[in-house]
């Protein structure tokens, strides 16, 4: 049961790990949230494997990035089989959201506005309960890297919910660097 939420908007953390960068050609394999407040304190936990057609896996999923990554993402095609479809995955994470009963929820995460573009096309209930604004933490990345030529090491895994918890991390460690 996740943590009563004190306030009226909350930080829906999202991870997707898709088929490829096309939110039109490609589709959401693996999706991870984690609801927060404004301290960046976990409230709940979400994760689900989404079944994606195999043939459309095996047209997309292909070229360098795929086959430097391979590793990563062995685990996670293999899950597929056992995948559940994209409208069943919304609902589950519709009735997670709907637990935290907050009036404004904050997509939040690294470089988000492409999970975003993947939210608007496969799962529009979802996009109609988040804000228009979101909280990328890619924007921080950017000015403390150019600007104070500082830069937060953050492992690159590719499973949802480890990015995520990165994610976070990442971006309280830039909120440290100016408080």
């Given at each position: 049961?996740?943590?009563?939420?004190?306030?009226?908007?909350?930080?829906?953390w999202?991870?997707?790990?898709?088929?490829?960068?096309?939110?039109?050609?490609?589709?959401?394999?693996?999706?991870?949230?984690i609801?927060?407040?404004?301290?960046?304190?976990?409230?709940?936990?979400?994760?689900?494997?989404?079944?994606?057609?195999?043939?459309?896996?095996?047209?997309?999923?292909?070229?360098?990035?795929?086959?430097?990554?391979?590793?990563?993402?062995?685990?996670?095609?293999?899950?597929?089989?056992?995948?559940?479809?994209?409208?069943?995955?919304?609902?589950?994470?519709?009735?997670?959201?709907?637990?935290?009963?907050?009036?404004?929820?904050?997509?939040?995460?690294?470089?988000?506005?492409?999970?975003?573009?993947?939210i608007?096309?496969?799962?529009q209930?979802?996009?109609?309960?988040?804000?228009?604004?979101?909280?990328?933490?890619?924007?921080?990345?950017?000015?403390?890297?150019?600007?104070?030529?500082?830069?937060?090491?953050?492992?690159?895994?590719?499973?949802?919910?480890?990015?995520?918890?990165?994610?976070?991390?990442?971006?309280?460690?830039?909120?440290?660097?100016?408080?």
């Amino acid at each position: 049961m996740p943590k009563k939420v004190d306030r009226d908007s909350i930080l829906l953390w999202v991870d997707l790990e898709m088929t490829g960068l096309d939110p039109v050609k490609d589709r959401i394999l693996e999706v991870a949230a984690i609801v927060t407040d404004w301290n960046m304190e976990e409230l709940g936990t979400f994760t689900a494997v989404v079944k994606v057609d195999e043939d459309l896996i095996r047209e997309r999923m292909v070229g360098d990035f795929w086959e430097k990554n391979k590793e990563s993402y062995n685990g996670l095609v293999a899950q597929n089989k056992d995948g559940e479809p994209a409208t069943q995955v919304e609902q589950e994470l519709l009735d997670f959201l709907a637990q935290f009963k907050a009036e404004t929820v904050y997509l939040a995460g690294n470089s988000i506005h492409q999970d975003r573009k993947f939210i608007e096309h496969e799962w529009q209930r979802l996009n109609a309960k988040l804000h228009y604004r979101m909280l990328d933490v890619s924007a921080w990345k950017i000015y403390f890297e150019n600007a104070m030529h500082r830069k937060f090491a953050k492992p690159e895994n590719h499973r949802a919910l480890d990015d995520i918890r990165g994610s976070i991390e990442e971006l309280k460690w830039y909120l440290k660097m100016i408080s």
